[in-house]
């Protein structure tokens, strides 16, 4: 079946640094990526979508410049939050989709920054 | 962006007992999709059904459509400790190719 595989998947970092998370499909070429991030207790809420080889749709209210999208491949994509905050401690997942043919889910990412 | 509600948004049953959990959404879709999720951890897929299906089982899964309502529901009978979770009801739309979640049920089931 199909595997996407998330690193890392816990993260602390200080306040202001950047912190990259790397979301891969380890069986299958992934046309699409999307971005979530989850507040404890909340539900996941879409932040991006990226195509493999061009830029990442952005969701109203998500900031492109702070969370930067990168899907250079059709087996990686990768979130950066730069200039991280502890306003942006959340969990991460990443969801992938070959030829639009159903989402697979990484494990997710817990970034703590203090 | 979050597609809808669900109901409740939290839920504690004795093992045993059936769960129900709503969804309702906003716009038109594709499909609807649940989704479990274990405290801190990914997703698990569990059951999707598909705009112009009404109802679909899965081993002691039930889920319902309703599109005149834009509304759906998950049964799980006879549960077990192990259903323990949040369950998310997801849409996708007919007009973009994503997975927009609902708000999510915590679901404690008691020994």
């Known amino acids: 079946g199909a595997v996407v595989s998330q690193h890392p998947s816990r993260v602390i970092c200080k306040s202001g640094t950047s912190v990259k998370i790397e979301c891969r499909s380890l069986?299958?070429?992934?046309?699409?990526m999307f971005w979530y991030r989850q507040f404890p207790k909340q539900s996941l809420m879409l932040m991006a979508t990226s195509n493999e080889g061009s830029k990442a749709t952005y969701e109203q209210g998500v900031e492109k410049d702070k969370f930067l999208i990168n899907h250079a491949s059709l087996t990686l994509s990768t979130l950066t939050v730069t200039s991280a905050h502890p306003e942006d401690s959340s969990f991460y997942i990443c969801?992938?989709?070959?030829?639009?043919?159903?989402?697979?889910f990484g494990s997710g990412t817990r970034l703590t920054v203090v | 962006s979050q597609q809808g509600e669900e109901d409740p948004q939290a839920l504690s049953i004795q093992e045993g007992e059936n769960a129900t959990m709503n969804c309702s959404y906003k716009t038109s879709i594709n499909n609807l999709q649940w989704y479990r999720q274990n405290s801190g951890r990914g997703l698990v897929h569990l059951i999707l059904?598909?705009?112009?299906?009404r109802e679909k089982h899965s081993g002691r899964l039930r889920v319902t459509l309703d599109t005149s309502k834009k509304s759906s529901s998950l049964l799980i009978t006879a549960s077990r400790a192990a259903d323990t979770a949040s369950y998310f009801c997801?849409?996708?739309?007919?007009?973009?190719?994503?997975?927009?979640f609902g708000s999510g049920t915590r679901l404690l089931v008691r020994p």
């Open positions: 069986d299958f070429q992934a046309t699409t």
């Open positions: 059904i598909r705009s112009n299906e």
């Open positions: 997801a849409t996708e739309g007919d007009s973009s190719y994503k997975l927009i």
């Open positions: 969801s992938a989709s070959r030829q639009n043919n159903g989402y697979t």
